[in-house]
């Protein structure tokens, strides 16, 4: 294990000691806080895929086809 996977891993057992300290409804918020954090990050990944995709549609980048269409372009190369 290197130096900085021991510090991540120390960091992570400090936050994990710090929860157990935390009361239960504490503990459900904090879950409650990083589950809509998640939630959030998520949808901002979908958000750029969209507009990666958009701009790539628009680019004419984009093959539309059938599947066979798509195996048969696949086999032309």
Do not use: C, P, W
């Not at 959030?40 to 066979?68: C, M, P, W």
Request: hydrophobic fraction near 35%; avoid cysteine; charge should be negative.
């Amino acid at each position: 294990m290197t130096k900085e996977e021991k510090m991540i891993t120390s960091n992570f057992n400090q936050i994990l000691e710090m929860i157990d300290a935390l009361s239960l409804d504490e503990q459900n918020d904090l879950i409650n806080i990083v589950r809509h954090r998640q939630i959030e990050q998520r949808r901002e990944e979908i958000a750029v895929n969209i507009t990666k995709a958009h701009q790539e549609y628009q680019q004419g980048n984009v093959f539309r086809g059938t599947v066979d269409d798509v195996i048969a372009e696949l086999n032309n190369d």
